[in-house]
């Protein structure tokens, strides 16, 4: 199946910006949708964002719309999440995970079988 793995976090001040990746091993097929989670200290796992492969349709948070873009370079076999206007908030650890081709709620984490390790995103103010 497709591994994953998610880089580019970092350090940065309010304001700021952060682009991660998400890198396939090999051709990403049986793919619906490939999201990005994020998860801060003592909190569940959040939605973030998510794009269909095959379409690009794409589904965002409201508390990142108009902030984060995602998009996927299929000949690289990434995703990517742009990340602008950076908050304090947004601090967590993300993670980028695939969903199979059965219909589910591109949302909900359950929906996603294969997830890469993580990359720290830290906010400051």
């Known amino acids: 199946q497709v591994q994953l793995q998610a880089s580019g976090g970092g350090l940065v001040q309010a304001g700021g910006s952060l682009r991660l990746s998400c890198a396939a091993s090999g051709p990403v097929v049986n793919t619906r949708f490939i999201g990005w989670f994020r998860q801060a200290p003592g909190k569940g796992r959040e939605f973030v964002a998510t794009i269909n492969w095959s379409s690009a349709m794409t589904y965002y948070a409201d508390s990142v719309k108009g902030r984060f873009t995602i998009s996927r370079d299929k000949a690289k076999n990434t995703v990517y999440l742009q990340m602008n206007s950076l908050k304090p908030d947004d601090t967590a650890l993300y993670y980028c995970?695939?969903?199979?081709?059965?219909?589910?709620?591109?949302?909900?984490?359950?929906?996603?079988?294969?997830w890469g390790q993580g990359t720290q995103v830290t906010v400051s103010s």
């Open positions: 995970a695939r969903s199979n081709t059965i219909v589910g709620a591109a949302r909900i984490s359950t929906n996603y079988d294969s």
